[in-house]
């Protein structure tokens, strides 16, 4: 049963991620020969919010397949502070649902004049971004009506994904994107209520994630403060042991979204040490003594955290309403946020 736009849009993930696949590949094909023929010697991401978070998976992705580092400008620089970027060899890649915040414009032209092509994901084709941008790669997933982004985070996360597979002629990769639309079918079907049954009443937590997996950690500690205003905090399973662990004891709650990669053992020892601590651990891994979230079943190590997201995200919905607050419209919040 649907009970909200945002429930809808959660369930047309596989759908659109079809869509994205199949209207963009002569897009991402070209874009593939383009970027072999250029041999960029970085990616910059511009990018804020869920787009953002789509970025830092591109990032690992990136850096794992082609060895190509990839960093985060703050559009700020161009926006405010107007500074003269030196960006030779680069690609700059901008990510906006809707394609219209200015300061993602503006140092999407500021790329530009420092010697950078550049490529936009979006969802309006039409817009102030897209004009910009050298290439664009539309979302292709649908208009979304609720202000938490789901759909339009998988859709762009499933772009860079496919445009880096292509460059790469990762045909590995190419094949897991190619069945993922029946596996985030599957993952959509992952019954999360025990999470959300420690959760409704719990004013914090922690996300914790590791390589691609700690960019979706962000994704899903936004998702809780923003539609189930819930205080949590991402950290890469490594990092969390830097400090912010002395908080994990007394039941604290820790979401840890444990993939069969080669960061699994380790994450596993984090999980488990801090349950030790007294931290209240879920995981989405077999860890003996601790409660295990259903998930899809492995597809590839670098999709595998966004089936997890997509899980997540049933979940969420289901905990906003639980908790009695409207999915669709998170306080002080709007769809479109145009910053400079």
Known sequence: ????????EIAEIPQGIHACLTNNAARISALGTKLRSQDPQVIITVA????DHAAAYFKYACEIIAGVPVASIGPSVASVYAAQL??????VLAISQSGQSPDIVA???AAHAAGASSIALTNNPDGALA???????PLCCGPERSVAATKSFVTSVVGGLAILADWRGDRILKDAL???PDASSEALLCDWSELSDRLVRAPALF?????AGYAIACETALKFKETAAIHAEAYSAAEVLHGPAALAERAFPVLGLICE????ESFRSTALRLQGQGADVFVTDRVEGLTRLPVAPPLHPLIDPLLRVISFYGFIEALSRRRGLSPDTPRHLRKVTETV
């Open 1 to 8: 049963m649907t009970h909200s736009h945002l429930a809808k």
């Open 48 to 51: 804020r919010g869920s787009s």
């Open 86 to 91: 030196r960006l030779p060899r680069s690609v």
């Open 107 to 109: 140092m999407t032209r």
């Open 131 to 137: 004009t910009e941008a050298t290439h664009t790669v």
């Open 178 to 180: 190619g069945a993922l």
């Open 207 to 211: 996300v914790l994630g590791r390589g």
């Open 261 to 264: 990669d080669a960061a699994q």
